[in-house]
């Protein structure tokens, strides 16, 4: 017999869910640095705005070289007697471009890739909690490691907020620089008309020698992954730096002029690597590594008996019938009641008891307790109509789905007359329990195994059925033949019911609680 211990615990399900979270935010910060990458680089399908600034030098070069004949050309200063004299539809063009870029480099950087890092960074902080706790020792957490994906993902959060920071800062230098463009161009075309300068002056000589050929930009996607500590963007670590320490060097700088002097940080940062695509490729490889090695705790706390007897000795074991054939799968409905109890309800088709039978499933959860459920019911509802009666009513079951905590929406097929499919409402609210022990539910934990308990004790004659007449039915004129889908909202207002064929072609909806949509059945006899 194999045991698996882990698996009875919350701590399994609770690390799967920080696995899951982790990668889908690590999955989304990807995209989102591929996005902007994209905008500012290019891609397989768009030409980046990078480029547009070298693409005008260039071309200055060229006519420089072609047309008036200089040998040594300076773009950067004769830059304007190339752009005053072009068209002003290249100019819209540039501006457009750039702007738009810039304010999605912004935008993406600040309200998507932030968010996302700060998030991911609280998922694997609360993971770094879980390997300090030596109950948690099976799943293998190393806190030297997770402290450098901490790191990672603090950087991430830094360089996001600061190249969303550079964008705004480039927009601004760069609106002002296309302002003086359009500028020179009314000067050129109408230069006895006093054309009034709007523009910073100083923004622009900025944009040119640091914006127009090599942009700050182009630092957050070249160069290797970033390793900065806090301390070389002048913010201290106090988790780091003890407090009585920075004190005394403060009073030591207080003190000594020089100390003063030699302590001012730069303000120049362009040393700094900032290569937000590399870490967050290096953060992916990670956070896999480290939910990797996690993913294998279960199966690291398995444990194999073997059994002492021999096999003359053995009792026989029950022989497990084949699974039977179900038309379809489980359908659950949870709900917290006035006790405080969360009250799960299972419904699946039974065809190797009848065709238009029913297992109802009803398990109680304490939440103050484990997961294993305090009490297990099972019911066995066989549906018949009224105008038929109990003992003659024949029909198939093709779908059934919970509608509210009163009724199941089920789809059936008459196998008398016209055998058109219908849809019917039915009353579970009042079935009668039959109560499982629920110690029989902790080695079998999956839903089918429930389903072959019950089949079993329905063949001992220990589970008997209850017969539950159908209250409202519709028949469907575009489902007829085959199988269907059921979908159902039961919320107050949007009660509504959508039928779709096997063929996935008709679909039939409609509201569920209309009078004149829903018969109401009779007994006719």
Not at 490 to 504: E, F, K, M, P
């Given at each position: 017999?194999?045991?698996?211990?882990?698996?009875?615990?919350?701590?399994?399900?609770?690390?799967?869910?920080?696995?899951?979270?982790?990668?889908?935010?690590?999955?989304?910060?990807?995209?989102?640095?591929?996005?902007?990458?994209?905008?500012?680089?290019?891609?397989?399908?768009?030409?980046?705005?990078?480029?547009l600034g070298p693409k005008w030098v260039r071309a200055l070069e060229v006519k420089q070289r072609e047309s008036f004949g200089q040998q040594n050309t300076s773009p950067v200063l004769d830059l304007t007697i190339l752009l005053t004299t072009g068209r002003e539809r290249g100019i819209q063009k540039w501006e457009s471009v750039v702007s738009e870029a810039l304010v999605k480099l912004r935008d993406f950087s600040e309200k998507r890739l932030a968010p996302a890092m700060q998030r991911l960074h609280l998922v694997i902080e609360e993971v770094h909690g879980w390997a300090k706790l030596?109950?948690?020792?099976?799943?293998?957490?190393?806190?030297?490691?997770?402290?450098?994906?901490?790191?990672?993902?603090?950087?991430?959060?830094?360089?996001?907020?600061?190249?969303?920071?550079?964008?705004?800062?480039?927009?601004?230098?760069?609106?002002?620089?296309?302002?003086?463009?359009?500028?020179?161009?009314?000067?050129?075309?109408?230069?006895?008309e006093g054309n009034v300068p709007r523009y910073d002056i100083l923004e622009v000589n900025n944009y040119l020698t640091s914006g127009l050929v090599n942009s700050a930009i182009d630092s957050w996607f070249t160069g290797p992954v970033p390793q900065f500590r806090l301390r070389d963007l002048g913010i201290p670590e106090p988790e780091k730096d003890g407090l009585d320490e920075d004190m005394e060097y403060a009073r030591e700088v207080a003190n000594d002029p020089a100390l003063l002097m030699a302590w001012q940080m730069e303000r120049e940062l362009n040393h700094v690597d900032k290569n937000l695509n590399a870490l967050i490729e290096d953060l992916a490889l990670r956070c896999q590594r480290v939910f990797h090695r996690a993913s294998g705790a279960v199966s690291r706390s398995a444990s194999i008996s073997y059994a002492p007897s021999s096999d003359a000795t053995r009792a026989p074991e029950k022989e497990?019938?084949?699974?039977?054939?179900?038309?379809?799968?489980?359908r659950e409905r949870t709900v917290l009641n006035e006790k405080g109890e969360v009250v799960q309800h299972l419904v699946v088709h039974m065809p190797s008891v009848a065709n238009n039978t029913m297992l109802l499933t009803q398990l109680r959860f304490s939440v103050e307790e484990s997961g294993l459920p305090s009490q297990i019911g099972v019911a066995l509802l066989e549906c018949y109509l009224p105008e038929e009666g109990q003992e003659d009513s024949s029909l198939d079951l093709l779908d059934a789905d919970f509608f509210d905590d009163e009724c199941v929406v089920i789809v059936y097929r008459p196998r008398r007359g016209q055998k058109q499919i219908s849809l019917a409402m039915v009353n579970y609210s009042?079935?009668?329990?039959?109560?499982?022990?629920?110690?029989?539910?902790?080695?079998?934990?999956?839903?089918?195994?429930?389903?072959?308990?019950?089949?079993?004790?329905?063949?001992?004659?220990?589970?008997?059925?209850?017969?539950?007449?159908?209250?409202?039915?519709?028949?469907?004129?575009?489902c007829k033949d085959g199988g269907v889908s059921l979908a159902l909202n039961?919320?107050?207002?949007?009660?509504?019911?959508?039928?779709?064929?096997?063929?996935?072609t008709a679909l039939e909806s409609f509201d569920v609680e209309g009078e004149g949509d829903m018969e109401v059945a009779d007994d006719g006899r």
């Open positions: 017999m194999v045991n698996l211990p882990l698996l009875s615990h919350r701590a399994i399900r609770d690390f799967a869910k920080l696995s899951s979270t982790g990668r889908e935010l690590t999955w989304y910060a990807t995209c989102a640095v591929k996005e902007i990458r994209g905008v500012w680089y290019g891609d397989e399908t768009n030409s980046g705005a990078r480029e030596p109950h948690f020792s099976v799943f293998q957490l190393s806190a030297e490691e997770l402290g450098g994906v901490l790191d990672l993902a603090s950087r991430g959060i830094i360089l996001a907020n600061w190249l969303a920071a550079e964008s705004r800062k480039q927009l601004g230098c760069f609106k002002e620089f296309i302002a003086w463009l359009r500028y020179e161009v009314g000067n050129v075309n109408s230069p006895n497990r019938s084949a699974e039977p054939r179900i038309a379809f799968p489980f009042a079935a009668g329990y039959q109560n499982l022990p629920s110690g029989g539910y902790v080695t079998r934990t999956s839903q089918e195994d429930l389903i072959q308990e019950s089949l079993e004790l329905w063949k001992d004659g220990h589970l008997s059925s209850t017969k539950i007449a159908i209250m409202r039915h519709r028949t469907l004129s575009s039961g919320r107050t207002g949007r009660r509504v019911a959508c039928v779709l064929d096997s063929t996935g």
